[in-house]
């Protein structure tokens, strides 16, 4: 099988071509980016040395339709949104990392994103690729839309608890963490080393475009779910998310039935590794596909904590993405994104 | 007027130390501790050369009450209350800085210090120095509780809202992240570059013992206030607190009016900056006594956020006891505490 | 194929078993440490959670020579001596990655370690695992003495230059500098957060015990070479060694040659990348095999400055253990490690 | 006294700013820079809320020779070399920390710097204000060139040496290390958060604009000084410098020779604290106007290290701008800059 990874000049592209170039049943058969073509991708990133040769390429969706099998777009917002449709008319699967195809609310879509949505019968035919709680058959889907790093690992730890109407539906508090990776590869004030680092910045305050991809999903769960407080802070780390997570438990509970309420939902996903009498800490699933998550129930609050991490790089956008592939091709799942995670 | 620190091993007591050295009214006495007597601080602290000749002294609490007017306690949780109380009948003011007079209800102390309180009486004579809202004449007080660092952050931060009776009672939700300097000078696995460097971690979930600190006091101000939930975290820095702060609005109301309220209420306070249009990051309040304050309406969710910001070790511990140490003795408040922040 | 690791509670014996789990060839038969007998390694390591599920053993020597094929000694100075030649005896390969059997003077290793070394029969049994230069044939040797972190970068910078004869070999200056976990899994003052973040130390100035490997292994090559300044630094890291050689050219000379020079020693080396007209960076070798090298000649001073980096638990540490593994069972040499650096 | 600031907008500036407004014998008039006129210096740092009202202007030079006493120029390269010679014509005192008037050499300027250099007879004028070692009585010098932060680590570690004679005056090798602060305020992808987190770069190797500068002053002190390596290094931190220097001794001496040969020197020289039996770091003097100092000898190489460490932009910039201005003035040396470190 081979695939083509159009925006491989981010991280998020960078990460896709580290996973994808070590996976055994699939081969890179081209990167492609909006400018710098013919150059190699080694020389932006030298780290690729020794190991990946390939050149910059403009991407022909023509040409492409007839040599590969599945497309990555890692583009900015309102790329793949024109170029993702016309691939799957050409009978070509794609693996959408923008926020292209997330929100299928056209009108949410322009007030969060500030530009126009795809048309609503190309969102319909996407498919919203958190892997773990897909119900349709990936291999009959031809266009996923990955999710953003952020509802990655909050919709995870949600899950358990909102689709057994555990708590108030309107009460779900958000607190969530990101290594600066996640503000991508081009450089800025806002993570220039000497103000970033030893600092912990709050940002997007009510206003971050996750919020909207989260509500959905939720809803889409569980229709009484009203809009949620999210909020988004920049720590001084190049990876990782946290999600802590304020809840209202309807009836009492303890904590020992939530980790087996979420032990149990989880039973058969190698990915989602569910903590016990413990805490998880970003770095311990840094470099992996993993979602490590503990819940915990305060009695003298009658409030449930939930918390979740992930690389946000990887099971918050390139890992998940494969993963998503791994499904739509029929492979094993965890094909090619076993990695342990790199500790310390 | 003179001082004297005992407890000046650790970073709160450099901290006084650094403080306090270049106060303009009143000079060090002397620095005491329970180990290494007669060894100077500056080979402790090499960054003191030049500055700091101190030697480590036994504490002879009879001769300190002869010769010093004020007393520092930076100790462990359990020496100062019995030391405190002497120094007071011997005639010394004291200001602690450990959790020891903190909690005038010495059961809920017991059961989240794990050890026993301070009698009754002693802890009655004690006044909580959250310097911005004392409401009695410090000047008149021998014997002050200065308050924990998280909770120096959190109640600026609600004190308004929760005096004017603006938000759900009941409903309290506090995130708060912390440098590493808050966990002490002693090295632990917990702190250890390796595991700590490019990691966040979460600590004491519903457990953290400056829980029923912020509760006693939330109360002392609206005796309607419920339990909070109250999260801590350990962020990959040296310095600084943020506390996230998540509450039910009882009525619709804007940000705009908000944000004139905490300018209103904190006009007087130098120390407190309330920012407007932008929120706070940690490193913008680094080594000085400063706390940085916004406060956010959603609409969409009737919910407030507050994110308030300290320098754990300066406005959260010794740089607010020394601003405590000026009104006791009827100076000018920010008198030798209004240091610039350092930055970047 | 079987292995065993003895030491496995460490950063180099975890290393260890994040590459074997994954390695084609050879699986990992049991795991030992010399306490907490019974616990499973991912209770002290929770990043392995769901891919190891090894519990901690007794090493019993006897039975091990009958059930593995190679054994891999991760212990503290002194064990390893004792250990690893019964094991040999018994029939069983070693590969060693303490300092144990690094250097094949008993004198001069007890000068630096301050113990006791080997007996020398044993040392001369020792092969100096330094993989690209080790003229042996592996397949026949049943003892390995892994190189230490710092002089597997030094080296690999430094030997076509002593080879061929081009620097004084009397004025070898090499400033080193690593992260953190280069200290190892044991917390300490020198280690504790607050003060080695956003810091930059110097250690054991000429007194480093990998002084004598590096001068040891530059005299097998040379013998004209005299004693070396080697000066090591920490930087606020966690991985990585970059090692920066100051070096007198006796003939004038040009970057181009002296890059070609690398070039051509290195041709076969898949695992050294000698960087042209760049320099390399730690985090472009972190969590890989890699050793990144670029040599660089002024003509004003006709000095020659090689900067030399790896990731100082990968190709310092378990990594070339396995790449010498490799060799030795007669595999090729990047199997199971040829990954590609975690960046960002 | 009243001074001006020209370039207050940069990090160099901002440090100005931060020390000047609590010096207790001069005040800022007025605050200047190319850009950004009417807006208030605390929008651009936050930080100064609450101490700092001054908005930016334009630099009127007619005017400010009129109502100030003293000029700091804090500019890019190539500026300051035109404003400050009218500045001083009108009869104001500058002191410019910028490049321009470090080098005397019209053509050594020209070759590092790449632009024209200041008029000779302007250079003439400017005295190098390495302060501890400035001969000239600085109350009857109207123009400083204030020196580079490199150049100051490395001129301050290296005086007693070199004017001693004690070493080979053609071996001399400095490898330096920087935070990121000293690639100043503006961002780039060289310093952007995740590429510059956890990593070590070395850069500008043989090419660094400081070397002529370090040679310079060298040569001024023995003529015999021949060109020295200089190479640096961009560690993960905020502020410091680390320079440690590799030198050839002429004949054998002792590190306690060489300790009070350095202590002797600098005996009436706070700001510089020699090492006894240690090595500093460069937390320990991060927010301070000190340089301490280690000097060892190597027997077995006959070589001497010496370490020395500044904050950057304190006794690398601003806080040694300001040791100079005070003795232009006639003030104490200290006076205004005499902090304890921010440790941790």
Redesign the interface.
Known sequence: MKVAIIGATG?GG?ELV?IL??HPKVSIHSIHATSMHGEKLNTI????????QDTLEEADLDQLAKEVDIVFTATPSGVAKNIAPLLVEKGVKVIDLSGDFRINNRETYKKWYKINAAEQEKLDQAVYGLTEWVEKDLQKVNLIANPGCFPTAVLLGLAPLVKEGIIDEN?I?I?A?T???G?G?????G?????????????K??AHQHTPEIEEQLQNWNEKI????F?T?L??????I?A?M?LTAKESTTTKNLTELFQKQYKDN?FI?I?EG???????????N?C?IAV?Y?E??K?I?V?S?IDNLVKGASGQAVQNMNKMLGFDEHEGI?F?????
Chains 1, 2, 3, 4 share one sequence.
Not at 185 to 189: I, L, M
Not at 278 to 288: D, L
């Open positions: 991280y960078a580290r170039h070590r990133f030298p780290h690729m040395q020794h190991l990946i009460m508090i607190d963490k290594g600066v990776s503000a590869k081009s450089a800025s004030q993570t220039h080393f000497p103000e970033t680092n030893d600092n912990l910045k709050i940002y305050v009510h009203g809009p949620v407080t909020t802070h720590a001084p780390m190049t990876r990782g946290m802590t304020y190698h590794r903590q413990r805490f998880p800490s970003t770095k311990e699933v840094s470099g992996s993993f490590d915990a305060d003298r609050t409030r904590t918390v991490v076993d342990m995670p790199l500790f310390p």
